[in-house]
Nanobody, 117 residues
């Protein structure tokens, strides 16, 4: 059973870059066939999938966010990272990391990110 925990700043100003790290235990992010995703939920709205990184290192991002996002990984630390550039108040949300790319079997508890001047 994978356990995931998000880590990163809770408050940013517009135009800054958000960087979140997901620390994984109980499973290897390099295990064949595994995928590791970022998902967010803005206040009062549904879940929005941001993108994933595969065990191979390949990544795929939501086209609506692709120009501002990058997802990377550090196998030596068993963690993966989301970067979202040029944030605006519309990026305010609870951000989750999860195992999977369409069905998500394990989730982190989520971290609140607020963008405000």
């Amino acid at each position: 059973q994978a356990r995931l925990r998000e880590s990163g700043p809770g408050l940013l100003k517009p135009s800054q870059t958000l960087s979140l790290t997901c620390i994984v235990s109980g499973a290897s992010i390099s295990a064949n066939g595994t995928y590791w995703s970022w998902i967010r939920q803005p206040p009062g709205k549904g879940l929005e999938w941001i993108g994933y990184i595969a065990a191979s290192g390949d990544s795929y991002r939501n086209p609506t966010l692709k120009s501002r996002t990058s997802i990377s990984r550090d196998p030596s630390r068993n963690q993966f990272t989301l970067q979202l550039s040029s944030v605006t108040p519309d990026d305010t949300a609870v951000y989750f990391c999860a195992r999977g790319n369409s069905y998500f079997g394990n989730w982190g508890q989520g971290t609140q990110v607020t963008v405000s001047s």
